[in-house]
């Protein structure tokens, strides 16, 4: 079966730093853009970073310069490395897995495959 595993979530400072992990299994992870939507509390879900091989692509301009978005293959694992965090990113972070980032990604509906979420809450 397919699976997208986020963890890592949490409680966090402002200003601090969080990475959460996205293992998958069950699909062929190099032929798929693997990224990561959030939902924060009364918005829909919004599509934040995807990886493609070594392309990477923004979708929300308030989390460049602070978030990054990495893959280690050989373990199937795309992270989110996430500092200088603010409260408005409290949302729950879903891990997702189309055949390619792009503008597919900007309807969450459209999405193939995800994960259920990791909860992260900013907040001092």
């Known amino acids: 079966d397919v699976q997208l595993q986020a963890s890592g979530g949490g409680l966090v400072q402002p200003g601090g730093s969080l990475r959460l992990s996205c293992a998958a299994s069950g699909f062929a992870f190099d032929d798929y853009g693997i990224g990561w939507f959030r939902q924060a509390p009364g918005k829909e879900r919004e599509a934040v970073l995807c990886i493609s091989g070594r392309s990477i692509e923004y979708y929300m301009d308030s989390v460049k310069g602070r978030f990054t978005i990495s893959s280690d293959n050989a373990k199937n694992t795309v992270y989110l490395q996430m500092n200088s965090l603010k409260p408005e990113d409290t949302a729950v972070y879903y891990c997702?897995?189309?055949?390619?980032?792009?503008?597919?990604?900007?309807?969450?509906?459209?999405?193939?495959?995800w994960g259920k979420g990791t909860l992260v809450t900013v907040s001092s």
């Open positions: 997702a897995a189309e055949k390619a980032c792009g503008s597919s990604w900007y309807d969450y509906r459209g999405l193939a495959y």
